[in-house]
């Protein structure tokens, strides 16, 4: 009869890839093993984009991401940011709602679910084409979330304008 010898060895988290910069970490009394994984909506930079929006911003460079950053917005009726750029790539997920699109030069209207992409340094924008509030997610390639403002939202502006 064989006997077969099972040995446990021990290895440190940072073996696997893992650095030491781990999210949780800028909390050294933190007895939730959760906080090195997870962001909590307080923990992210509030932004007023635009008309009818808000943004929570989690810039991943500063919350142990190498390589994303994310937005989740709170899109009114009407709402969104002025035209801009990223120098990353960027996905939109939305699950409920419609949105009217201007990316690039195209124009058009969008119903979910969806997840729509958006090209690094590409003039887009979008509002709300709905009639109650709703939420989007942005995710973002880089760990270094950059927003360059173009031009007021045209998609606002043609609604305003309209009697």
């Known amino acids: 009869m064989k006997m077969l010898t099972l040995v446990l060895v021990a290895i440190p988290f940072a073996t696997y890839g893992h650095d030491d910069k781990r999210h949780g970490e800028s909390n050294p009394t933190s007895t939730d093993p959760s ?19 808000k943004i929570h911003l989690l810039k991943g460079n500063e919350h142990g991401f190498k390589g994303l950053s994310f937005i989740l917005t709170e899109t009114s009726p009407g709402g969104g940011p002025p035209l801009h750029t990223h120098e ?28 729509l992409r958006v090209p690094a340094n590409t003039p887009h924008t979008f509002i ?34 309209t009697p």
């Open 35 to 53: 906080s090195d994984y997870v962001v909590k909506l307080e923990e992210m930079t509030i932004i007023e984009a635009g008309k009818g929006e």
């Open 128 to 161: 709300n084409a709905g009639s109650t509030p709703l939420s989007l997610t942005a995710v973002f390639d880089s760990a270094n979330y950059t927003f360059k403002p173009v031009a007021a939202n045209p998609l606002q502006t043609a609604e305003s304008s």
């Open 88 to 115: 990353s790539e960027e996905a939109h997920v939305l699950t409920s709602g419609t949105m009217s699109y201007v990316i690039g030069d195209e124009t058009f209207v969008v119903s979910a679910p969806y997840i």
